[in-house]
């Protein structure tokens, strides 16, 4: 039996329709596999925030943090390591868009 001209239009509708829910479902796992991995990096970055208590000296009576050992810096005027990370980053950006450009200091 033959559909009449409106069902089969409904038919083609209903299809797209199930398409684009498939796609949104989807979207919404790929959506709640990322909020798992912000919230697990947050929570180790609170750890590791919790874990990194500065370490206080005291110098002629007074307190005073003490500067962190260089050991991964080329020598001893290089920044230390997530600096020159941050910098290669800024670079990195600065080549490909152009946008930022190094003032006199």
């Not at 039996?1 to 329709?17: C, N, T």
């Not at 979207?27 to 180790?44: F, G, K, S, Y």
């Amino acid at each position: 039996m033959d559909h009449p001209a409106g069902q089969s239009k409904l038919d083609a509708l209903a299809e797209e329709l199930a398409k684009q829910l498939q796609e949104v479902q989807a979207e919404q796992d790929e959506l709640a596999i990322a909020e798992r991995v912000l919230n697990r990096l947050a929570e180790q970055a609170r750890a590791d925030a919790g874990a990194v208590a500065p370490v206080s000296a005291k110098v002629a009576g007074r307190a005073v943090l003490p500067i962190p050992h260089r050991s991964d810096a080329t020598d001893e005027g290089a920044p230390p390591g997530d600096c020159r990370k941050i910098l290669a980053i800024v670079r990195d950006l600065s080549s490909r868009t152009g946008r930022l450009t190094r003032t006199s200091p």
